[in-house]
Every structure is written in C-alpha cells, then in structure tokens.
C-alpha cells in the first residue's frame, strides 16, 4: 500500500530532494581513476578529518590482497543498498551534488553520501514537521557493528538535516553541503533552525567507509592482519545487534551490509555457479530478490531478551558455529554442539562446546553432560526438515516440561531460500516444514511463530517428554513432508502471516502464563 493521503499531501507542500555528494561508478570508473579520486577526497576532507592524501589508496591494496571481494567493489555494494532504500522514499526526487546545483522551487533539500540510508516516509514525515523554518535537524542512527540512536539535540551528522532551498540560494551550495559546515551555518546568528523528533536518517558506517577505517586502524600503515580483525569484529558483532524501536526501519539494509562483509571474509557465498574455491568455501550467486532478508528485530537480540526472561539453569544450543547465540546464555550449565565449530565469541567460563554432529551427541554423551532437564534449546543446525524433525524429537525427551525449544529459519524470504540444495547466501533450507508438522502431528504444543530477522524463529512450549508421537511416526512424516508432490512453500508462509512481531511484549508475557499453568499442573 502506498503512503496515507494525508502523508502525500504534506509532502507536495514541502517537495523533498535527496542530494547526493561525491559518488564514483564504483564498478565502470577504471580502478587508477578510483583511487585518484580517493586521493582528491582526502584531500577535500583531510582538515575536518584528519585523513593523509594516500589514506585510502595504501587501504586498497592491502584489502584487495586479504578479503574475497576488492575494495572498490564492496564500495559498489554499498552504494547499491543505498540506492535501493533511496529509491523507497516516497515523494522525494535525488540529484546529484553540483556546484551548480538549480534551486528554485521552496522545497528542502538533503544531502547524503552514497551509503548512507532515509526513512521511507521521510518526505512525508519532515511535511508535517515543517513550521517554515531554514533548516530541521532530525534523529540519526548510527548502524556500526551495533546500531545506535544520535541525540537529536546534537547537531548536524552526515545526512540528519535537510535544508530550504531559499538558504542555499542565500548562502550558496558549497557552505551546507558537508554537515561540518552545514553544523555553523544551523548554528549561526538569524537562521531558524527547527527539530524534528523523528529518527529519519541512518549513517552506515561498515568496515569499508573512511571514518570507520581510521578509527579502527589509526593513521598507520595498514597491514592485513589488522584489517582483517576489523572486518571479522564486525561481522560477529552484527549478527547481535538490537535494533532500538525508533530504528527498525533500518534492520533489512543493516542486515544485507553485514552479508557483504561476511562475503567478503569468504563466510558467505558470493560469487558464481555454485563452485570451489581454493579456501573451500562453497559460493553462489542469486540474484537480489532470492537474497531479499526482513524482519522487525535481528533474531539475536530477540534470543537475549528470552534468555534474561527465562533466566534457563540448562541450555542447549544445536548448530554453533562462531558462538554469538551461544554467547548469550549464562545458564549454570551451557552446551552448544556443532561437528565444526568456529567460535570467535568469548563464551561464559561454564559453557562447554560439544564437536559432534547432534545425532552422535544424543546417541553418545547427552546422558553423560545433560544431568539436569533441558530448559531452553535453540536448534540451528543442519538446514533440512529432518534434521530439525529429530533434533526437536531428542531434545523434548531431555526437556523440562515447562521447558521452550526455539528454532531458527522457519520463514524463508524467497522460494530460494527454501530449497533443500543451497543456491543463495541465505539459505534456510527445508526447515520451515517444521511448522506444517508440529501443527498437524503435536497439536497440543503451544507455537509462536516470530518476524525476526533475517529468517524468523518458532518457540514450542508445552513439551512432554513422554510423548511419542513424533519418533513412532517418524517414517511416515518423512514421507509426508519429503514427498516430491509435497505441498510447495506457500504465500502464507513468505507473508510471514501469524507472525508477531519479537518487539511486542505479549509473545513474553503468553510465554510466562504458559509456563505458570505448567508448573501449577506439577
């Protein structure tokens, strides 16, 4: 649906245009071009910043020679989300910065960089803020490894302030369009300046952005241990990151940037076929569409907010991998089992990582390391339906009754996505069957099915551990779901219909009252 007609009618008082500064072809420019022209911005932004001339160029060389994906190319991908999102903004056209930039008309303008993101309803919602002032400074979210929302009342960033076009006729392009100059111009003796309470602009500051360069690798020489650990920093540290509520708008740009940086450390397909590489990490290619991610809040931060409500004694996690989800649990006894793991995160001095393939976990050692019941379990193991179908099955015979188990990937963005054979960086595989299953096999589970990000999660309470029904029909579930002429992914579940949204409190609190009736049935 499009914007309310209130909304575009506001918006045709104050017409929006997106300004946008220096911003190369990162893909058709010749490569010696692009660093010429990193030199000259340097050059440009070096008394403000503090960036050498040669900052960039000497990066490019050693990124080009560490990560799987060039410099100037990671910089195309940035440039490519932001166009994306900027083609979203209704009611709002986009120029390009030029000292000879028309301005007439009584509209607003704003100025951003080619990686940088807008609210969608950003025309509309300045329209209704507007009180003819000269200028309106509005909420910034600054989207490092972790999102964060700028104080308001701060000033001017990189793209939080929008300026009438009557003021740069006054006082000419040049002295607003870069924020350090825009901030004493908003400042300044005679200009009415206005606040908008509203967070309508996102700096993405990534690993491959200049700012973000210099403040993690200083001004030295760059060497490739050094960047590498920047990249890697990131992309662990984003994969948790809570988006505050005034931010969500930002989550599925957010979410595709740390793709790119996982790529570019070769975690992440990336590229043609599928093929090998010598590192031997499988790559792909699929197109934007296939790779489309969304959701209201990043799963990790909705898996927090579970661990600190339920506060679990056991915890068990099937599919670890880098330890971030791991990473959250303070359960006195913390198990994660994963036949290759590769954790990164500091995990609590208690937690213990199993390397085994979940099926010889339970066969071998459960009953030796389990020595209480299961009281919160996350499985995100192997993508395929029975995977999850037996995980789920060992897992409830060890839980607590009042016990939840979470699984991850249930709602696939894009057919894709929902294949058996991997063909896309996001990949979910068959998991998403599980839902379908438990519904029509385990009516009497209570499920709640959740719009994280990128791939949703289903919580199951009302476990029994006696209950056999699953692991008796086994067999012919499987023939059910795996059947070629098994019913496809359907509309429903790609709406994400049923869904709650994890920022609500409700799913919390029905979780509570579920638990309680539980105990009082003990």
């Keep these: 649906m499009g914007l309310p007609l209130w909304r575009r009618l506001l918006a045709r ?28 911005f340097c050059r440009m932004v070096g008394a403000a910043t503090g960036l050498t001339e040669n900052f960039i160029s000497d990066i490019v060389a050693v990124w080009d020679a560490t990560f799987a994906l060039p410099y100037f190319g990671v910089r195309a991908r ?24 028309p301005l007439r008309g009584e509209g607003l303008d704003i100025f951003i960089d080619d990686d940088d993101w807008l609210h969608p309803e950003t025309a509309a919602l300045l329209a209704r803020h507007a009180r003819g002032a000269d200028g309106y400074v509005f909420g910034n979210v600054l989207c490092e490894s972790r999102i964060h929302l700028r104080p308001i009342e701060e000033g001017c960033y990189t793209n939080n302030y929008a300026v009438s076009r009557a003021q ?33 602009s996102a700096t993405n500051k990534h690993p491959a952005s200049a700012m973000k360069l210099k403040d993690g690798l200083g001004l030295e020489p760059p060497d490739a ?17 809570e988006v505050p509520p005034p931010a969500q708008w930002v989550a599925p740009y957010f979410e595709r940037v740390r793709a790119v940086f996982a790529q570019a450390l070769g975690r992440a397909p990336i590229a043609a076929n ?38 679990p004694q056991v915890y068990l996690e099937i599919g670890v991998r880098h330890g971030a989800s791991l990473a959250l649990s303070h359960a006195p006894l913390t198990l994660g089992v994963d036949p290759a793991p590769e954790v990164t995160h500091p995990l609590a001095p208690h937690a213990q990582v199993v390397v085994a393939t979940s099926d010889a976990f339970f066969a071998d050692t459960a009953s030796t390391l389990l020595r209480a019941p299961i009281e919160l379990a996350f499985i995100d193991g192997m993508h395929r339906f029975e995977f999850a179908l037996r995980d ?11 016990g939840v188990v979470v699984f991850d990937d249930v709602l696939p963005n894009h057919p ?7 063909r896309s960086g996001v990949w979910c595989g068959d998991v998403w069957k599980i839902l379908p299953c438990l519904r029509k096999y385990r009516p009497d589970l209570a499920l709640t099915l959740l719009d994280t990000h990128p791939s949703g999660l289903l919580l199951v309470a009302g476990l029994d551990p006696d209950k056999r029904t699953l692991s008796d029909n086994y067999e012919a579930i499987l023939a059910e779901f795996l059947n070629p002429d098994a019913p496809p992914l359907d509309e429903a579940t790609l709406a994400r219909d049923g869904a709650i949204a994890p920022t609500s409190p409700d799913w919390l609190d029905a979780l509570d009252a579920q638990r309680a009736r539980v105990t009082a049935r003990a």
Excluded at 82 to 100: E, I
Excluded at 225 to 241: D, F, I, N, P
Aim: aromatic share 6%.
């Design 225 to 241: 241990a050094r960047l590498r650990r920047l990249v890697e920093a990131y992309v662990e540290q984003s994969a948790t990151a």
């Design 78 to 101: 940035m440039k490519d989300i932001a166009q994306d999102n900027l083609a979203a903004v209704a009611g709002a056209t986009r120029v390009a910065c030029d000292p000879a930039l």
């Design 13 to 40: 008082r104050a017409p929006l245009r997106i300004v946008l500064r220096q911003s190369p072809d990162w893909r058709a420019t010749p490569h010696d071009e692009l660093l010429d022209g990193s030199r000259a």
């Design 274 to 311: 599928p093929r090998t590489p010598a590192s031997g990490v499988p790559l792909y290619r699929a197109s934007a569409a296939e790779e489309v991610v969304r959701g209201a809040e990043a799963y990790g931060a909705t898996l927090r907010r579970l661990h600190e409500r339920l506060r």
């Design 416 to 422: 894709t996505q929902a294949l058996r054979e991997r």
């Design 392 to 402: 789920f099955i060992n897992v409830e015979r060890r839980a607590a009754r009042h």
């Design 168 to 200: 740069l006729r006054a006082r000419g392009v040049a002295s607003l369009t870069q924020h350090w100059d825009a901030h004493g111009v908003f400042h300044s003796v005679g200009f009415r300046r206005g606040q908008v309470p509203l967070y309508l």
